[in-house]
């Protein structure tokens, strides 16, 4: 998301070529070779500037697997911000979104919102034109719930293969809607339950958005210095120690602990803190019950009911 410069307009120039390279390298040193992207990125120079990078580095397009997203359409002088997964929109933005990577095919496209007026069967229908064209060999989607997932599925002639969504060690409602089943806490979350149930089940890839927590735990600046977030940081910071291993490393393992074998997904474009998730995977698989409680108690500042 942060790569082309980020949000603000303006054309790419050399800077923002090279800080792709050095995102991309400190990726690939780190074993990360799936790169997200979206169609609305930094209004399309995300996927532009990814787009120069292949093409400056011959080879590289086959070390790598691509995943975007389509279906959200942002505001313009003439018409509010909306949702459009129409069949046609869906083909046109995945045209799109290979001009700029300059790339004949992406591994992985996601639904990137629910559109209250989408048809399953367009959808279905855009997916199958593209993957018979060899453009998509994969549809997921981002940011839906099981219900969601099972109506879209029923039109689909092969399983999904992945849910998007927002999941940290500050962002816990994903394990809250389960273990405050039949709890008056419930009521409050905004994690529709099941949804983890469904696509372990369903053999559907958990992808965790924002896994970091904008680094609330891994010393970004202006985090809290009281209460439960540095609380949650202090015991990070001691657990990196005990792994030798960075805070950003130990945030992901516990992440990668669940047995739902979540992926998160890394949106900073800073080499520094790609390669410091670099022992995540190591992390998860040393990190026993007591240390992952101790943390998600820690972050959601009170004791489990």
Known sequence: MGLGGGWPSGPLGAAEVAAAHDAVDAALEAGISVFDHADIYAHGKAEEVFGKVLAQRPGLRDQVHLQTKCGIVLPGAHHPGRYDSSREAVIAR?????????????????????????????????FVQLRNAGKVLRLGVSNMSADQMRWLQSALPE?????????????????ESGVLVNHPEAAGLGFPHGVLEYCQAGG?????????????????????ETGPDAATAELVAELAD????????????????????????????????????????????????????????????????
């Open 242 to 305: 005990e792994k030798e291993c960075a805070p950003e490393a130990v945030v992901l393992g516990w992440l990668m602990r669940h047995p739902a074998g979540i992926r998160p997904v890394v949106g900073t474009s800073s080499p520094d803190r790609i390669r410091a998730c670099a022992e995540a995977g190591r992390v998860a698989r040393s990190m026993d019950r007591a240390q992952w409680y101790a943390l998600w108690i820690s972050a959601r500042g009170r004791a489990l009911p």
């Open 94 to 126: 995945v045209e799109d979104s290979l001009r700029r990577l300059g790339t004949d095919r992406v591994e992985t496209l996601l639904i990137h919102r629910p559109d209250p007026l989408a048809h399953p069967e367009e959808i279905a229908s855009a």
């Open 159 to 175: 399983p999904l293969a992945a849910n998007q969504l927002e999941m940290s060690l500050y962002r816990s409602q994903w394990l």
């Open 204 to 224: 559907v890839e958990l992808q965790a958005w924002g896994p970091l927590a904008q680094g609330r735990y891994s010393g970004a600046p202006g985090t809290a």
